[in-house]
């Protein structure tokens, strides 16, 4: 039996999925949340908290003990990580870890007797690693945008955005010039963990790679001159790019420890999106993707390259070929949770009873759902808005509010794709929900699809890693591993109640935005 293994660095947890492909089974899974796990690094929410709301950073340290700690996991769980063929990855995007000259003596020459993380604290240039939550930059962002405008979202597929990581990186040259200074490399939190499995610096891919506003998606290159203006000498500090199904290197003998042949080969690391995409099957045009979160994300193959006129949608490499669209909703289940604690509710009266005691529309009730800075569309400073008096409003009817402007902002921001998507993949956390699912089919008049593995960016990095070796192609992999478990038909008779909401969504978001 050929096993290929799956890793996923996400926001709060890091989760490996080993899988036999030739059987369509996954043999095993674990997985650490940072916030109980690891609770010396202080980061509940895998994150370090800071008195700057608009600042979001992580411990790259704190990836690495999750690292060691979801190995020794599988290993002590008998995974037979004597068998993996082939592993790949997948980091949460945008997030940048910098990285001085002794970065790449330290992952080549990695003691096995002690963890990972004491070894490399002295190769970060810088303490803590920018996040996708981070919002800091927006000056950064209005440079960009006045030295490149158009030609930002053009080439890279996004205009400027916070988050992305050339506005952070030219942030911190500017604030801590020492520091950039100091810098022989930046990473992605995919590279630079894909870096440390192979003991070399390893390159990035143009799925995770497009989510920097630095990549020319046509060149498949970054831009000299938009990574000089970011910072002196970016250019000569970031990874190469490759295709996305490049075999970077082998695992290094340090992984050993748990297991895992030396030389394993090491399948390009990409960012989460990307390889949600492949693990919930959707890597060909025609089904789209709903991921809900910590952020809720839309997306979808794309059949050509297009981008957003309004600007938050975004175009990133697609594992399987061609490019994809996405679009991140900051206030995903921190928003559902919250509405379900201020309605004192649990989640089975959130996911079921409120909506059976409210009718679809709501009686016209709305909500921007805006409990952190929302990134589609940009809104700086949180604060939820509402169209219908909250305080005297009936829990069941806050808490269908929040679910259908969910639903109704997701189908308003994914039309400039020009595509009428008929059939939606759903994952992540809250894609349990009977509730929110049903709204989500009728909200976009499409079917809804659920699949049975929950992790699927750690899913798709494995199914990544066996199509580039050979073992299967996608399809054959999506067929064993991404058929859909259940479906939800949209109810006969919602559609006008939902195309109207529609529109009065679109005006009560244009009138705060
Ligand atoms: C996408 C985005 C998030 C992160 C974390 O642009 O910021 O989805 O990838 O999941």
Redesign the pocket.
């Known amino acids: 039996m050929k096993c290929y293994l799956g890793l996923d660095a ?2 709060q947890s890091l989760k490996a999925v080993l899988i036999n492909a030739a059987a369509g089974e996954v043999v095993a899974s674990a997985s650490v949340n940072f916030g109980r796990e690891l609770p010396q690094y202080q980061s509940p929410n895998g994150f370090v908290p800071d008195s700057d709301p608009t600042v979001r950073q992580a411990d790259p340290l704190m990836w690495l003990d999750a690292l060691d700690l979801v190995l020794e996991k599988l290993s002590n769980a008998g995974a037979p990580l004597q068998l993996v063929a082939g592993i790949s990855g997948s980091g ?4 940048s870890v910098y990285l001085n000259g002794r970065f790449a003596p330290i992952i080549g020459a990695l003691d096995p007797e002690r963890p990972l993380s004491g070894q490399l604290a002295p190769a970060l240039s810088r303490r803590l690693a920018p ?3 981070d919002h800091s930059t927006t000056p950064e962002c209005a440079e960009l945008t006045a030295r490149f405008g158009e030609r930002l979202r053009n080439e890279t597929g996004s205009p400027a ?1 916070e ?2 990581t050339a506005a952070q990186i030219r942030r911190f040259a500017r604030i801590d010039p020492e520091d950039w200074n100091a810098t022989a490399a930046v990473h992605l939190v995919s590279s630079f963990l894909g870096s440390v499995l192979c003991g070399a610096a390893l390159p990035v891919d143009c799925g995770d790679g497009a ?1 920097m506003n630095l990549l020319d998606l046509s060149t498949r290159k970054f831009d000299p001159l938009i990574a000089e203006f970011c910072a002196p000498g970016l250019a000569g500090r970031l990874p190469e790019v490759v295709p996305d199904d490049r075999i970077v290197g082998g695992s290094a003998p340090y992984f050993a420890r748990y297991g895992i042949p030396t030389g394993t080969p090491v399948v390009v690391f990409s ?3 990307p390889n949600s995409l492949i693990g919930v099957g959707g890597g060909r045009p025609g089904v789209a993707v709903v ?1 809900l ?3 809720d ?1 839309f997306f979808a193959a794309m059949p050509d390259f297009r981008t957003d006129p309004d600007g938050c949608g ?1 175009v990133f490499g697609n594992p399987a070929g061609g490019f994809m669209s ?1 679009i ?1 909703f ?1 206030n995903g289940s921190l928003a559902r949770d919250t509405v379900r604690r201020q309605c004192g509710a649990d989640w089975d009266f959130f996911d079921r009873t409120a909506l059976e005691l409210t009718a679809p529309g709501n009686g016209g009730r709305l909500m921007l759902p805006y409990f952190v800075p929302e ?1 589609t569309p940009p809104v700086g400073t949180a604060g939820a808005v509402y169209n219908f008096d909250a305080g005297a409003a009936a829990p069941a009817e806050l808490i269908r509010a929040v679910l259908e402007s969910q639903a109704l902002r997701m189908r308003l921001h994914s039309q400039w794709q020009g595509e009428t998507f008929r059939r939606l993949r759903i994952t992540g956390g809250a894609s349990g929900s009977v509730g929110f699912r049903q709204i989500l089919a009728d909200v976009f008049e499409a079917t809804v699809e659920s699949i049975a593995v929950a992790d699927s ?1 750690a899913l798709g990095a494995a199914l990544r890693a066996a199509a580039a070796i050979g073992a299967a192609t996608f399809e054959e992999l999506w067929e064993k591993f991404c058929s859909p478990v259940e479906t939800v038909a949209p109810r006969a008779g919602t559609a006008p109640v939902y195309r109207r909401a529609l529109r009065e969504f679109a005006v009560l978001e244009r009138s705060v935005s």
């Open positions: 996400g926001t949460q995007q945008h997030g996040i996708w939550m955005i988050r992305f989510g960012g989460d999106n991921s979160g910590t952020s994300t975004h996405l991140c900051a990134c960016a």
